[in-house]
């Protein structure tokens, strides 16, 4: 399995900006699709982003899309999510995932990533 590490979590005022990193090591970084979801008190775990292994392919939630950059820097094996015009609802922690199936494919589910890292806090004041 790939181990990951995030960082980068902090509080920030609305309308600011955070970049989050997740830093992989163990099996082979660059061939595996890779995602970030958040979790929100009381909530059920959500997708924000997703990135192929390339970076040629990927994917947002409607809530970030516009808002959020995912991507990747295979040679460091690290993936990240800049995050702009952030909003109080974006207060969630947020951690990284890796997929040992998917490659090209961008998945959404949870089901399709079988790594995942301990998260960090991002809190947003309004």
């Known amino acids: 399995q790939v181990q990951l590490v995030e960082s980068g979590g902090g509080l920030v005022q609305a309308g600011g900006s955070l970049r989050l990193s997740c830093a992989a090591s163990g099996r082979t970084f660059s061939s595996n699709t890779m995602g970030w979801f958040r979790q929100a008190p009381g909530k059920e775990r959500e997708f924000v982003a997703a990135?192929?292994?390339?970076?040629?392919?990927?994917l947002y939630a409607d809530s970030v899309k516009g808002r959020f950059t995912i991507s990747r820097d295979n040679a460091k094996n690290t993936m990240y999510l800049q995050m702009n015009s952030l909003k109080p609802e974006d207060t969630a922690v947020y951690s990284c995932?890796?997929?040992?199936?998917?490659?090209?494919?961008?998945?959404?589910?949870?089901?399709?990533?079988?790594?995942w890292g301990q998260g960090t806090q991002v809190t947003v004041s309004s």
């Open positions: 990135i192929s292994w390339s970076g040629g392919s990927t």
């Open positions: 995932a890796a997929s040992s199936t998917y490659h090209n494919y961008v998945p959404s589910s949870p089901s399709g990533f079988g790594s």
